[in-house]
């Protein structure tokens, strides 16, 4: 536990993680490394202790940047991953690096989302994932290439066919109507 203090009186805060299961983390290091290529070994993982729960985690990256594999040309987007945990989770600032490390990466759109995809399904396993981006127009052209995985049981088979069938954009991230 934690100690404070507040008006004299010490405060106990109980804490969710214990000290052992977060020494591993480069969460909090003063001097953040940031990788300048493709980085997927930058990616964290934590245990869930909920496993036996089903609850969505999302995340959005709003400044995502790649570059054009042709062109060299930047290339901009929010990235929206959506998941399910099953024993994994994704640490959030390792995430961050992550998504960093595809600053000076040249690929397409859709190798990007597919890319972020199958690397978040093979570091957490998780029951359902899906990643979406919404790249900015560029030459008056809008890209939003969208990819999923979930694992064998029939529900979350059922989950990801059923959104993948169901997918346009706008429809699991932000109304279109609200972007331009």
Same mark, same amino acid.
């Given at each position: 536990?934690?100690?404070?203090?507040?008006?004299?009186?010490?405060?106990?805060?109980?804490?969710?993680?214990?000290?052992?299961?977060?020494?591993?983390?480069?969460?909090?290091?003063?001097?953040?490394?940031?990788?300048?290529?493709?980085?997927?070994?930058?990616?964290?993982?934590?245990?869930?202790?909920?496993?036996?729960?089903?609850?969505?985690?999302?995340?959005?990256?709003?400044?995502?940047?790649?570059?054009?594999?042709?062109?060299?040309?930047?290339?901009?987007?929010? +990235? @929206?991953?959506?998941?399910?945990?099953?024993?994994?989770?994704?640490?959030? #600032? /390792?995430? *961050?690096?992550?998504? &960093?490390?595809?600053?000076?990466?040249?690929?397409?759109?859709?190798?990007?989302?597919?890319?972020?995809?199958?690397?978040?399904?093979?570091?957490?396993?998780?029951?359902?994932?899906?990643?979406?981006?919404?790249?900015?127009?560029?030459?008056?052209?809008? +890209? @939003?290439?969208?990819?999923?995985?979930?694992?064998?049981?029939?529900?979350? #088979? /059922?989950? *990801?066919?059923?959104? &993948?069938?169901?997918?346009?954009?706008?429809?699991?991230?932000?109304?279109?109507?609200?972007?331009?």
């Amino acid at each position: 536990m934690a100690k404070v203090k507040a008006k004299k009186k010490v405060v106990s805060i109980k804490q969710g993680r214990a000290a052992k299961e977060l020494e591993n983390f480069a969460l909090g290091e003063a001097n953040t490394q940031y990788s300048m290529t493709y980085a997927p070994e930058v990616l964290e993982a934590f245990d869930n202790k909920n496993p036996g729960s089903d609850a969505w985690t999302t995340f959005l990256c709003t400044e995502f940047t790649s570059l054009c594999p042709k062109t060299a040309q930047p290339d901009f987007a929010r +990235i @929206y991953i959506n998941y399910i945990a099953d024993k994994k989770m994704v640490e959030s #600032k /390792s995430l *961050k690096l992550y998504l &960093f490390s595809f600053r000076n990466h040249g690929d397409f759109h859709e190798d990007c989302i597919q890319k972020i995809c199958d690397d978040l399904a093979k570091l957490m396993k998780p029951k359902y994932i899906e990643v979406i981006g919404e790249f900015t127009p560029r030459g008056g052209i809008a +890209i @939003y290439p969208y990819s999923s995985y979930s694992n064998s049981k029939p529900l979350y #088979k /059922s989950i *990801k066919a059923k959104r &993948f069938a169901e997918y346009s954009p706008g429809k699991y991230t932000m109304d279109m109507s609200k972007i331009y």
